[in-house]
């Protein structure tokens, strides 16, 4: 049915009662597990379907097969597109600092404004060219409608400027031809083909600028696409681009209204049919009405197209124009040279968001401030063992690890890679395991748990996390583990005085029976037959009040031998299941830590418990560690 013969709510009205949707009453019933799902009181029936409005087909499609080798031409809209969407338009300042911005990151077209909508528009353009802001391999666009009075007032905005793109446009969409335009398709294509012959003959007008020309079926996505090719090809007839000078014609998902791969059947096909191909440069312009602006535009490009037009973090007209960073590093994980420099993205969020006075959601792609975050426990686990993994082999192949292949579960980019760190990567609450905890230790406080310690900690932890119900940050960890492993020691002339004050805690209370005052240790010359003295101040089981300093001694096969065979003078049974230690620091003020899994008292009442020392002598911190363990049991 020809469309300039009838309204498209006659139409529409024939595709909605002949299940111009889907209703699924005609369909057959879904599996399903438990109950079947109700039919809804929404009104579906309002809307009809894509392929309705707009039947097409195109079998010829390639795009399926193919995958996305290199960087498209990249156009930033932010300060048009993007800046006509903002409840307060950009002032001077901030633009300028936008237009920074993009210059810093790389991009080498900027669409800068559409100069005959408003003055701030048209004096910034001046400012650009004036002031000699754009760099030489820099181009500015510049956005007009199809109509005279707007055209030569582009042109007036554009004295002076080495190089442009006047960019011209009108809708072609079938709902806007009626409602809108009020004209048939011949009409609306002469408002095109008028306005590029305009152009050209403007160009007198514009001396001394090399001029090149784009030109947009605006609403493309709600058009026959075999109409838009009708009326590009008569635009390009009219400029007549060659390939040494080329012309833009980009395709605009002005409202997103299909899902992607409809949208890349059409690109496809406009690829394929528009004159003389190799004289124009293909772009898209993406919405994201239905949230797959990403997906539409990178199917767009496997479909053939040259370019994109898009904003930074995505802002633009209601749901915004394709977000343009979200490309580029979808590019770089699958290894392509976006060929736009987003190293830094807290600065570029920051900028984006005084710029646009909106704020970008804690969940948005490579930016926001959850994405390099994982709360569940078996996420944690998986990054921990990941760059644990990543490290050894980066050590084993001898590389650089900065520049080692990222290959990490749930941590699709390196977080370096764009100016993030490690440190927001691992958040504890009560979704989280041991490993996120254990994170935590490792890599703030250089304390890394042996797995069965890990275990036992881990149910502090939790415990925390479900009493506060809320999340547990890295100095609540801190404090707990301290609380509970670490004697509260008091600040001296000890090698390590600021790691030692850093375990102190005046908020918490001193407890234990036990403190290791002083030890010295002389052995024979292969370790066996080690005597050991030990001061030990003790507090006694009931606390502070009745600490008695003690002197005690043993001999055993080594000084953690000794030390336990010392204890049982103060009546303690213990034996040692397990134990490791580790360096904590380099340098000659070096701490090591000592984990000791003991059991500890008599058979009956007999336990298996970990204590955890640390000392600037691995001696000391081993028996700091049995002490520990002692307190722990006692407490
Ligand atoms: C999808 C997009 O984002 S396109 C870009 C849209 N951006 C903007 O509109 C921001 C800047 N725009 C403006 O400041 C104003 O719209 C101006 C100054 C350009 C023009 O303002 P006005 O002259 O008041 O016209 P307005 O924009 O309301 O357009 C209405 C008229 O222009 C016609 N028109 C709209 N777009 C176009 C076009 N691209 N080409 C030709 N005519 C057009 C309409 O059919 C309508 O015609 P009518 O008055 O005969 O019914
Ligand atoms: C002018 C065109 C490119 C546009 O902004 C749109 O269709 O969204």
């Avoid at 009453?25 to 379907?49: D, E, H, I, N, W």
């Avoid at 001193?510 to 002389?522: A, D, E, I, Y």
């Amino acid at each position: 049915m020809d469309r300039d013969q009838s309204s498209v709510f006659d139409l529409a009205a024939v595709a909605a009662g002949s299940n111009g949707g889907n209703n699924d009453r005609l369909l057959p019933p879904a599996r399903f597990v438990g109950a079947p799902q109700r039919p809804s009181t929404m009104p579906y029936t309002k809307y009809v379907a894509y392929g309705k409005q707009v039947p097409f087909d195109y079998p010829d499609r390639t795009w399926p097969g193919k995958t996305l080798k290199r960087a498209p031409r990249w156009c930033s809209v932010d300060l048009r597109d993007g800046n006509q969407a903002l409840v307060d338009p950009m002032d001077p300042e901030r633009k300028l600092r936008f237009w920074n911005l993009l210059m810093s990151i790389g991009f080498k077209e900027v669409e800068v404004g559409f100069p005959s909508a408003s003055s701030t528009d048209y004096d910034f353009i001046r400012l650009l060219i004036e002031r000699e802001l754009i760099p030489d391999d820099v181009t500015i666009v510049v956005l007009t409608q199809a109509r005279e009075h707007l055209i030569r007032k582009t042109y007036e905005a554009l004295r002076g400027a080495k190089r442009a793109v006047v960019h011209f446009y009108n809708s072609v969409s079938v709902l806007q031809r009626e409602v809108v335009f009020r004209k048939d398709k011949e009409s609306i294509k002469k408002l095109a083909t008028d306005a590029a012959e305009l152009c050209k003959s403007l160009e007198h007008d514009a001396a001394g600028t090399d001029l090149y020309y784009e030109y947009s079926p605006e609403s493309f996505s709600g058009a026959e696409p075999e109409y838009s090719l009708d009326v590009c090809n008569a635009v390009i007839d009219v400029i007549k681009p060659t390939p040494e000078h080329p012309m833009i014609i980009n395709l605009p998902n002005t409202v997103e209204m299909t899902t992607p791969n409809v949208f890349a059947d059409q690109v496809e096909y406009m690829s394929n049919n528009l004159s003389n191909r190799d004289s124009v440069v293909l772009s898209l312009h993406p919405h994201n009405d239905e949230g797959m602006a990403v997906a539409a535009t990178e199917l767009g490009m496997l479909a053939g197209a040259d370019r994109v037009e898009g904003c930074l973090l995505g802002n633009g007209e209601r749901t915004g124009n394709v977000d343009v960073c979200t490309i580029a590093l979808n590019l770089l994980v699958q290894g392509v040279d976006p060929q736009l420099d987003f190293s830094d993205m807290p600065e570029l969020r920051r900028t984006v968001e005084y710029c646009n006075q909106i704020k970008i959601s804690e969940r948005h792609p490579y930016v926001g401030s959850f994405v390099f975050t994982a709360f569940s426990g078996s996420h944690q686990d998986a990054i921990k063992k990941g760059l644990e993994a990543r490290q050894q082999a980066a050590l084993r192949d001898n590389a650089d690890i900065e520049n080692y292949l990222w290959l990490v579960p749930y941590l699709p980019i390196d977080p370096k890679d764009v100016g993030g760190s490690y440190e927001a990567i691992i958040r504890v609450n009560s979704q989280s395991g041991k490993g996120g905890m254990a994170y935590l230790l490792k890599t703030n406080h250089n304390i890394d748990l042996p797995k069965r310690l890990q275990v036992e900690f881990d149910r502090i932890v939790q415990h925390f996390a479900d009493e506060t119900k809320r999340e547990v940050r890295d100095e609540d960890i801190w404090r707990l583990f301290k609380d509970e492993y670490l004697p509260i020691e008091k600040s001296g002339s000890t090698a390590a005085a600021g790691a030692v004050a850093d375990r102190e805690d005046s908020s918490l209370s001193q407890w234990g029976r036990l403190k290791l005052l002083k030890v010295s240790v002389s052995s024979g010359e292969d370790g066996s037959d080690t005597e050991l003295k030990a001061s030990v101040l003790d507090r006694g089981l009931t606390g502070v009040d009745e600490a008695v300093e003690r002197q005690i001694e043993g001999k055993g096969n080594g000084p953690l031998d000794a030390f336990l065979n010392a204890l049982s003078a103060l009546d303690l049974t213990i034996s040692v299941q397990d134990y490791v230690e580790h360096a904590m620091t380099a340098g000659s003020d070096a701490l090591a830590a000592s984990y000791v899994e003991c059991k500890v008292g008599e058979p009956a009442e007999e336990r298996v418990i970990w204590g955890v020392g640390i000392d600037s002598s691995v001696i000391t911190s081993t028996l700091k560690a049995i002490i520990s363990a002692v307190n722990r049991f006692e407490r």
